[in-house]
């Protein structure tokens, strides 16, 4: 009886086992996930030229795995470790990061869509720079690839802008075998056709 009213006093301090280990699961699986991405980032960076890394370090895909990673590793510690022990602060904690994400990503929302022509400018430089340094890193090399093949795309803004790569533009210094020419991401292809050469010409 007095256990009961106990209970019945405090409405606040009763935990649903379901939603307490719901939330310890899904956090372990993220957090475990974050720790994969923080090591694949790293190995991606470590295995790198350092003259390449450092040249295109503006848009590394390995760096933002690992800041993506080492972000997500840490909301998802206390969430985990929260939801097991039952801590309040770092429970708090979570729901705090979790807020300020989501707050972040709506301003940056906002911010594209009042400044659309500012960050279309600003997106368009970070993939000019991106194609000037197309072959000196293979981790940007595919995720560019990756990106026109998905978009159907070739450039930032058209296949005219692959002229800026030493590789691909049309000047007589140019002496590649790619000379005026886009990598194979841009070619299309139909659906019988069996091995893509590594550009096609313009």
Not at 26 to 34: D, E, K, P, R, Y
Not at 141 to 167: A, H, M, P, T, V
């Amino acid at each position: 009886m007095a256990r009961r009213a106990a209970t019945s006093g405090d409405d606040f301090s009763f935990v649903s086992p379901v939603v307490k280990y719901l939330l310890f699961f899904f956090n372990t699986l993220f957090w475990v996930i974050s720790m994969v991405m923080v090591a694949i980032g790293v190995y991606a960076r470590l295995m790198k030229h350092a003259e390449a890394a450092m040249a295109c370090l503006a848009v590394d895909p390995a760096l933002l795995l690992i800041a993506v990673g080492v972000l997500m590793f840490l909301i998802t510690f206390c969430g985990c470790i929260g939801s097991l022990r039952e801590n309040i602060c770092l429970l708090q904690a979570f729901s705090i990061c979790l807020t300020l994400v989501f707050l972040l990503q709506l301003a940056a929302g906002i911010v594209g869509f009042v400044f659309s022509d500012k960050a279309r400018g600003k997106v368009s430089e970070v993939i000019k720079n991106a194609i000037v340094h197309y072959r000196d890193d293979l981790d940007l090399q595919n995720l560019i690839d990756f990106g026109q093949r998905e978009f159907n795309c070739c450039g930032g803004i058209s296949y005219k802008d692959w002229s800026q790569n030493i590789y691909f533009n049309c000047t007589s210094e140019n002496r590649s075998g790619e000379r005026c020419s886009v990598p194979y991401s841009c070619c299309l292809y139909s659906e019988d056709e069996g091995l893509q050469e590594s550009h096609c010409a313009i």
